[in-house]
C-alpha cells in the first residue's frame, strides 16, 4: 500500500515550533481588554473638532493621541491577524479579526474630519505650523499630509468613504476563504511512492519533483480546481479592480495606478521603466528555457517543467535549526550585533510559527507590532532550497522592523513595502553568495547558479509580467469594459506568450495564474518585488566588496523606517531607482547566470 502523508492539526504542532503571541497579549482575554479599551478611545477624536487650526500645541496633542490609538490599535490587529492565520477555518480567530476590522472602521469614521479640517489650514499657516519647534518630532508626516491636500474630499465624504472600509476589503476577504480553506487539490503520489495531500504549500514542492509525471500531476489537479471556480475567481478579482478604481476616481487621481504610487511619491516612470527594461531584456531568459528543454530532455517545455532544478544534485534535508546557522553565517558581513539578535529571535525568542498545519495560511510573510516581536509565519520544509531562502528573506523583513522600531519614533516606524523588497532579497542574495563560496563541485555550483537565476526570474521578470498584467486590466476597467473570466484568460495568455517566449508551451490552463495570486488584492505591489531585488543586487555587491562604511551604510538604510520617501531612502543608500540603472544591471546579472550555466551543463 502507498504510504500516505497528511498535515497535522493545529493542536498536533509542538509549542516549540510556534510564535509565542503573550509577547502581544497574554491571553485572548487581555485581548479583549484592550479592545474595550480602544473602543472607549474612540470618542476622543471628536475633542479635537474644530479645534487643530488654532495652534501649532493643538496639532500636537492631536498628533500624540494618534499615536497613542495606533500603537493599541496596531497590536490588536496584529494579534487577531496572527492568530486568523494559524487556521483560517478557526470560526474564533476569524471573529476576532472580523471584530477588530469593525473598530477600525469606527475610529476612521470619527477620524475622518481630521484631514478635512487640517487641509482646511490655509497654506501660509499650515507652513508655519510645520516649521514650528513643537512639532519638529511630526514634520515630514505633516509634509506628507499636506501633500494630500487635492485628495482630500469634505467632511462628509471622507466619513462616508471611512464606513465603507469593510465592504471594501470583501473582495480580498472571499479569495482568501475561498483559496486558503474552501479549494481541495486531493493527493499526489510523490516519486517515493508516498501519497502528499496537494495544498499551497505543498505544490511548490511536488513542482521540484525529479518525475516529471509527479509533476504534471500536481500541476493538473491543482489547476483543475482553479478552472472548477474560474467565474467565481474572475468575479472576485474583477470586484477588487472595480473597488481599486472607485477608491482612485473618488481621491481624485487621474487613474488606479497613479492612486497607489501617490503615497510612496514614485512617478509613473519608475513603474513604466520598469516594464521596457525588462522587455528590452527578454533574450536571455528564452535562453534560459531552451537551456532547461536540453537539460530535462523533453521535447516541449511545459510550465510544470519550470520549477525543478535542472542540476542534478542529491535532495536536500535542511532541518530548521541548521538553516538558521546557516543564514546566520552568511550574513556575517552586517555585522556580529545583526547576527546575534537575529539568530536568537528565530532560535530560541519564538518569532517563527515554522511548520504547516491544517487550515494554516499559505506562503509566508514577517508581522509585528511596535514593541512586539517581528514574528515570521512560515511553512518550512526540510527537503526544499527554498524554505532556507525564503526563511532568510522574512528575516530580512523582521531586521528591517527591529532597526527601524528601535532607531524612529512610533510615527516613523513603519517602513514602506517599497523598501520592505530591499531587506528582504538583500538577505537572499548574501545567503547565495555564501553557499556558493562554500560549493565544493561543479553541481553544486550549477545548482547555486540555477537557483539565482530562478529568483531573479521569479522576483524580477515574473512580477514585472504581473504587474503589467495589473495595469492592463484595470486600465480596460476604467475604459468601461468587463472584467470577465474570457478577459482575463485572454490578456494573461498575450504576457505568458510574451515572458516565455516562442519554445515555450502554453498549457490550456495556465492562464488561470492570473486568479490565483493573493497579492493582486493590494493593487499595484507586485513590481515592488522587482525594484526591491534590482536594489537588494546593487547593495549586496557593495556590502561584499566594500567596508565599515558600506556596511554602516545599508544599516542606516534599516534604521530609517519611513522617515523619508522610499526613494530617497534607497538614494541615501546608493541606488538610484528613478533611472533604469538598477534594472539594467540586474538583467545583466541574469544574462552573466545564464552564461555561467550553459559552460556548466
Known sequence: MAKQK?????DAVKTEDTWDLTKIFKSDAAWDRGYKKLEKMIPTFETFRGKLGRSAKSILVC?????????????LGVYAYLKSTEDVTNGAYQGMSARFTYLATLAGEAASFMAPEMQAIPRKK???????????????????????RPHILTEVEERLLAMQGEVAGSASTIFGQLNDADMGFGFVTDETGTKVELTQSSFGSLLESPRRSVRK????KFYQEYDDHGNTLAATLGASVLQDVYQAKVRNHPSAIEGALFSDKVPLSVYDNLIETVHNNLEPLYRYMDLRKKALRVKTLCAYDTRVPIVKTPKVDIPYEEAVATICDSLAPLGGSYVKFMGKGLLDGRWVDRYENKGKRSGAFSYGAYGTPPYIMMNYKNDVLDSMFTLAHEAGHSMHTHYSAKH??????????FVAEVASTFNEQLLGKHLFQQARTKQEKARLINKEIDEIRGTIIRQTMFAEYEQIIHAIAEEGQPLTLDVLRAQYRVLLERYFGPNFEIDPMLDLEGLRIPHFYNAFYVYKYATGLSAAIALSEMVVNGGT???????????SGGSKYPLDLLKDAGVDLTTTKPIEAAMARFATLVDALETLI
Open 217 to 220: 500531476e500536481a500541476y493538473t
Open 6 to 10: 497528511t498535515i497535522p492539526q493545529r
Open 549 to 559: 562604511k558600506e556596511r554602516d551604510r545599508y544599516l542606516r538604510f534599516l534604521q
Open 63 to 75: 498628533c500624540e493621541f494618534e499615536a497613542e490609538f495606533e500603537k493599541l490599535a496596531e497590536k
Open 408 to 417: 524612529q519614533p512610533y510615527q516613523y516606524s513603519h517602513y514602506t513595502i
Open 126 to 148: 499650515m507652513n508655519e505650523f510645520i516649521k514650528h519647534p513643537l512639532l519638529k518630532g511630526y514634520q515630514f508626516q505633516l509634509k506628507k499630509l499636506a501633500r494630500y
